[in-house]
């Protein structure tokens, strides 16, 4: 089944019928190119996932729910650092990590990144990474998207690294790998992805204080939007996948 977000579920039950929002009706018909009777699954992106039949008349989409399902938040949670990259690289390495599963993306404006953002245009660039993370949370059936927030400094990263339970830091020149790496039984994972230059030493210097641990992925240097997807990969196959049920379940 195709999932399509719809923010207010709060309401929904068994028998209670959903119009979709315009976006989501046209994505269904015209997209999706669905049929009355086929099931659709409709998630708010924080957590509660329905499963429904559809209802097409004309321009408008109802789904009558079939059944109703409120999954936890993941726990622990994973949050990427990810530093600001050049071009499209952004939006795919938001897209990617989505699809993977991470909870919450943090753009950082590294010393060596070689986009800068600030003011509008870091406005505009904040929409276009929130589309991205809702296109791949449709894509994969997530029943969370994660948050995006919008670009930190260096010094603001820094005060937010004490309220997580565990960071770790990519690195190449690292000892330990992420794949064997202590993990916290709940709470708050942060991982740091550099730019496509590196982690200046002074930002090292600055994570190593804050207690980050650095690790490394594996033998090969991976792109600047590949990492943090590979890295939340590793992650969650360690936390997450064994036993992982299906987005239909409670259907």
């Known amino acids: 089944m195709q999932l399509v977000l719809f ?3 709060t309401g929904a039950a068994v028998g209670s019928v959903l119009q979709l929002p315009p976006a989501e009706a046209r994505h269904v018909a015209a997209a999706l190119r669905m049929a009355s009777g086929e099931r ?5 992106g924080r957590g509660r996932r329905v499963v429904g039949t559809v209802q097409i008349s004309g321009k408008d989409v109802h789904v009558s729910v079939d059944s109703c399902v409120d999954e936890p938040a993941p726990d622990p949670s994973i949050t990427v650092v990810q530093a600001l990259a050049k071009g499209e690289h952004a939006e795919l390495a938001i897209d990617l990590m989505t699809q993977v599963g991470v909870d ?3 753009p950082w404006a590294a010393q060596r990144s070689i986009v800068q953002l600030k003011g509008e245009r870091a406005d505009k660039a904040l929409v276009k990474w929130q589309q991205a993370a809702r296109a791949a949370t449709k894509q994969s059936r997530r029943s969370w998207m994660p948050s995006i927030q919008a670009v930190v400094t260096g010094r603001e990263l820094l005060a937010s690294l004490a309220g997580f339970d565990q960071v770790f830091v990519l690195h190449e020149e690292a000892d330990s790998p992420l794949a064997t790496a202590p993990l916290p039984a709940s709470g708050r994972i942060c991982v740091i992805v550099g730019p496509e230059g590196g982690i ?9 204080s804050a207690a980050a641990l650095p690790v490394r992925l594996g033998p090969q240097v991976l792109r600047a939007s590949l990492a943090g997807a590979v890295a939340v990969g590793v992650l969650a196959t360690r936390l997450r996948w064994a036993g992982a049920q299906s987005p239909d379940v409670g259907g």
């Open 7 to 9: 923010e207010e579920l």
């Open 40 to 44: 659709l699954l409709v998630s708010d």
């Open 200 to 208: 200046a030493p002074q930002e090292l210097d600055d994570f190593a």
């Open 104 to 106: 919450a993306v943090i």
